[in-house]
């Protein structure tokens, strides 16, 4: 592609709260027609609702482009530092009468009769009767310049070629269209990405739940999982759903976008993360789960080792990062200082059992997982074939749980001196609790 006629796009958010699903996602789309076609991606921040646009609005918006690996290619700017260009530019179109102060001091673009056509690169060919587009603001009454008015010089200034946003503005485009025309400058392609709407059919909102990319880091989404499933809200390759970064950028074509509304599915975004949770390597996952880990696991080192070991047992049921953590407490933290009265009560039924265990499971010559089965197996036998009346207070007293991982497998990653540590400490309790050996 000649330098003339290099690809860019823009990612132009307003900072008027969290970084919104659906906003990421056009900025994944950007991010990716620029990348495929080796052409850039730029950034600006359109910060003229002076209300609602905080520096904690726009922090959201780099952390969250950052987090999900989209970068961009220049130095963004804010758009307020570009107003009183935009102002001369509404001045002069009123000097060419091509736009107009009206009674209440509002300056407006006079719109041409005819009509606006454009090939709409997602949605095809939209016509719209100009007559049925009304004098649009230029500038408020108090001289700031407008949406549109900022929109296209800056789309012009910074030389776009293509505009890629959400189809709530198929409306807006007529109107930009006809103010390029005015201000003599090209216009660049448009194309409008379909709605993501809830599991109830309605615009996705706040009402559905974690909607914003700050919302679902929370609750433990892994950035390569919303990637993924961005990626597939309104675009597909054939049937894949499992894509690389650099699957991704290979493949993406904006008309295999789809015109119709896509559907934000939870389960499928939750399936994703378990994906990614599951064949990620621990290395590249560990950092996203450091946040969730009790006070004083993040550093130490043998809960990081245990969590390692058992990555294949706790991924095979979790999908988010605090389930992992939840299912992984017995192995991050001690459980044998969390002893519920439940836990008492299963633990003085299981005295003779975990007696027994203690003794079988401190001569055990092989501490590796088949030794330790047949360790159970044969104290179950003993039970006379009951698993549950040994399984159960042997989980409570090495947990301080009632599920989880198999047993064995429990113990193979905690080891022997911390499994006899923590029976030792389940048979104290015990006879704290008034329990006798038979
Ligand atoms: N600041 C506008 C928005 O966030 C940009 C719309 C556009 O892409 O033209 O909706």
């Known amino acids: 592609m000649s330098a003339t006629t290099a690809i860019k796009v823009r990612f132009p958010p307003s900072p008027t709260g969290k970084m919104h ?19 850039q991606f730029l950034l600006r921040i359109e910060d ?56 209440e001091g509002v300056t407006r673009f006079k719109v041409p009769a005819g009509a606006t056509t454009w090939a709409d690169l997602v949605q095809g060919e939209i016509t719209i009767e100009n007559k049925q587009v009304e004098d649009f603001a230029l500038l408020r009454s108090d001289g700031s310049p407008t949406y549109h008015l900022g929109v296209v010089m800056d789309d012009i200034f910074q030389g776009i070629t293509h505009v890629i946003r959400g189809d709530d503005h198929i409306n807006n485009t007529p109107k930009q269209i006809m103010l390029y025309a005015a201000l003599g400058e090209p216009v660049p392609a448009f194309g409008h990405l379909p709605l993501i709407l809830g599991p109830d059919g309605e615009k996705l909102s706040k009402r559905h739940g974690a909607v914003s990319i700050q919302d679902l880091r929370a609750e433990g989404y892994l950035p390569q999982a919303i990637f993924n499933f961005m990626l597939r809200l309104g675009w ?14 290979a493949a993406f074509d904006i008309s ?60 095979a049921r979790a999908q988010t990062l605090p389930e992992i953590v ?10 044998t200082r969390a002893y519920t009265a439940e836990h008492t009560a299963i633990l003085l039924e299981g005295h003779d059992a975990l007696h027994h265990l203690y003794d079988a499971l401190s001569s055990l010559p092989e501490w590796q997982e088949e ?18 009346a040994v399984g159960r207070p042997l989980r409570v007293a ?13 113990m193979a990653v905690l080891g022997q001196s911390e499994v006899l540590r923590r029976l030792k400490v389940s048979l104290h309790h015990i006879h704290e609790n008034g329990g006798h050996h038979h």
Do not use: C
């Not at 789809?258 to 934000?264: C, D, E, L, Q, V």
């Open 21 to 39: 699903l659906g906003n990421a996602r056009t900025a994944l789309f950007n991010w990716l027609f620029a990348r495929h076609a080796g052409g």
């Open 48 to 103: 003229t609702d002076k209300e609602r646009s905080t520096p904690e609005n726009i922090t959201f918006i780099h952390d969250a482009l950052k987090w999900l690996g989209l970068g961009y290619d220049n130095e963004p700017f804010l758009q307020s530092t570009r107003q009183s260009l935009h102002v001369e530019a509404a001045t002069r179109l009123v000097e060419q009468e091509l736009a107009y102060k009206d009674t």
């Open 236 to 249: 597909g390759h054939g049937d894949q759903e499992l894509f690389t970064v650099e699957e991704a950028t």
């Open 256 to 315: 295999n976008v789809s015109k119709g509304p896509a559907r934000f599915d939870a389960a499928k975004l939750k399936w994703y993360n378990q994906h990614y949770l599951k064949t990620l390597p621990f290395g590249q996952i560990l950092p996203h789960l450091v946040p969730f880990l009790p006070d004083g696991a993040q550093t130490h080192k043998a809960d990081l080792e245990r969590l390692e070991a058992l990555w294949p047992d706790l991924t």
């Open 326 to 335: 939840t299912a992984a407490t017995a192995f991050i933290t001690d459980p």
């Open 371 to 388: 030794a330790l089965k047949a360790a159970i197996h044969h104290q179950v036998e003993h039970m006379g074939g009951n698993f549950k």
């Open 398 to 410: 090495l947990t301080a749980a009632t599920g989880g991982p198999d047993l064995a497998r429990i």
